[in-house]
């Protein structure tokens, strides 16, 4: 089910032949994907499938034993900090806000990176815009706000580094479904304002629904890839993923 992307659109971003082990457990073997510029990327797959490694691994904060990430054709380092400096950042499963801190500061957090933030001022208002509710709660630590509200948090803190990609790791985890619908709204919108996004997901209707192309992986490896519209209705991502062969 594959497609030739690279000559339909630029790669942007490209992960190669991933492999990661914890001790005797193989938990990524040979894993590739690309990621065209504009784009929403999907990987979906079962609980302990890799998904979180993958983004971990990209990230530099879990060592791989082989493989390598490309944005733009260059090579990224494998030190968090300097991953995001070069245009990648993540918003991490479980949101991982900084709970002493205030919603402001966490957000200049997120910008630390850059170094220079001449116009940090333009940035916060670009996550106020997108996300109301935190400008609301400028001044409250980060620990008392709601789940939903942790999250915008968490994907608000990422766009402050101003990534050419964005890695969103199991935005909807723990969410009612009303909050997950205005997220997944508002991620669709910093997608349109230039945004590229990697996103890994649990909820694979969700996911499959918002991006433009999905791979499945399944005990650490690739098993399926191709258009979002195309994987929502094929019968066994439907029957493993989405609740039944007649989903």
Known sequence: MSEPIAN?????????DFHVSYGAIRALSGVSLKVCKGEIVCVIGSNGAG?????????????REKGRVLLDGIELDRVPYKVVQQGVSLS?????????????ENLKMGAF???????LDEDLEWVFNLFPRLKERISQYAGTLSGGEQQMLAIGRALM????????????????????????????????????????????RQALLLSDRGYVIQTGKIVMEGPSKELMENKDIKAAYLGGAHA
Not at 8 to 16: D, G, I, R, T
Not at 51 to 61: A, D, E, H, I
Request: aromatic share 4%.
């Open 92 to 104: 991490p499963e479980g949101r991982r806000v900084f709970a002493p801190l205030t919603v402001l």
């Open 161 to 204: 580094s101003r990534p050419k990609v964005l890695l969103l790791d199991e935005p909807s985890l723990g969410l009612a479904p009303i909050i997950i619908k205005d997220i997944f709204k508002e991620l669709r919108r910093i997608n349109e304002e230039g945004v590229t996004i990697l996103l890994v997901e649990q909820n694979a």
């Open 113 to 119: 990176p850059r170094g220079k933030t001449n116009d």
């Open 8 to 16: 339909v659109k630029e790669v942007l971003f490209e992960v190669e």
């Open 51 to 63: 998904k979180s490694t993958l983004m971990n691994s990209v990230m530099g904060m879990v060592r």
